[in-house]
């Protein structure tokens, strides 16, 4: 089974990718997970911790909610040893790909990224394919969201949407010369979807389909009914005015401010 996980700032395009590679023929892909979002994303407080019933609990609400309960008894009912736990929840996304009679998944959770680490430790031929996304543009679809949908998203203040993103986007740098880490520019994906597809396939070492230009009709399987912020991504590819819609001149001189120090030239191509 190749396992594959996208991950990234939220709102960088990832739901969008991930509708992408599930249009192909050969490759599974389900809702996001969150399985390891349980944990701490402090890696010295993680080590140190034990896995509770909450992990489970997320585990087998999922598989529940997205009629998956035929692999329910497949997960680990409780253990001391997170790596062990962690194995046992990919092999449960395995059998839900078998039972798809598919070879390759695709698992899309952006806030795996604090945990690529972790899943790595189990599974040393896991891909993990980072979104970046342009700073300010980001920040805005992320500030947009958070100001929307408070429940889901934690950043209401656009001084907490910036951190998030600098917080974020330097994890994924830490990992540009680490095994099996992608990087992809959504910026790519909206001006060459095909020729940015190409190349990805390649690093995949999985033959490019051209199927997964007809990513609409995949995108809404992979949306839950509360993920409203989703909606547009069976819409065409372009891209977004937020930044300027949104924005006054005093927030964006804060934000050109906070944000002058990034450089994203590290992860083109």
Not at 130 to 145: G, M, P, Y
Not at 162 to 184: A, D, G, L, Q, T
Request: glycine fraction near 0%.
């Amino acid at each position: 089974m190749k396992r594959i996980f996208i991950v990234g700032v939220a709102r960088s395009g990832t739901t969008l990718l991930q509708s992408m590679l599930a249009a192909h023929p050969l490759i599974n892909s389900f809702p996001e997970t969150h399985f390891f979002t349980k944990f701490s994303k402090n890696k010295i407080i993680r080590f140190f911790s034990f896995v509770y019933k909450k992990e489970n609990q997320n585990v087998l609400s999922y598989l529940k909610k997205n009629n998956f309960d035929n692999n329910v008894s497949f997960v680990p009912k409780y253990t001391f040893s997170k790596k062990k736990w962690v194995k046992k929840v990919l092999d449960v996304l395995d059998l839900i790909s078998n039972d798809a009679e598919k070879k390759i998944w695709v698992e899309k959770t952006p806030m795996h990224l604090y945990y690529t680490d972790l899943i790595f430790s189990v599974d040393e031929n896991a891909t993990f394919i980072h979104v970046i996304r342009n700073a300010k543009d980001n920040v805005a679809s992320l500030f947009e969201a958070s100001n929307k949908y408070p429940q889901h998203f934690r950043q209401n203040k656009l001084s907490d949407c910036i951190n998030r993103y600098k917080k974020e986007i330097k994890i994924s740098k830490s990992n540009k010369y680490s095994k099996n880490h992608i990087f992809v520019r959504y910026e790519s994906i909206i001006k060459e979807p095909k020729k940015t597809l190409l190349n990805l396939f390649s690093k995949l070492n999985i033959e490019y389909d051209n199927r997964v230009l007809e990513y609409k009709k995949h995108a809404a399987k992979l949306i839950n009914a509360e993920e409203k912020w989703k909606s547009k991504n069976s819409n065409d590819l372009s891209f977004s005015n937020k930044y300027n819609e949104m924005f006054d001149s005093e927030q964006k001189n804060i934000i050109s401010s906070k944000l002058k120090n990034i450089d994203l030239s590290v992860f083109d191509d």
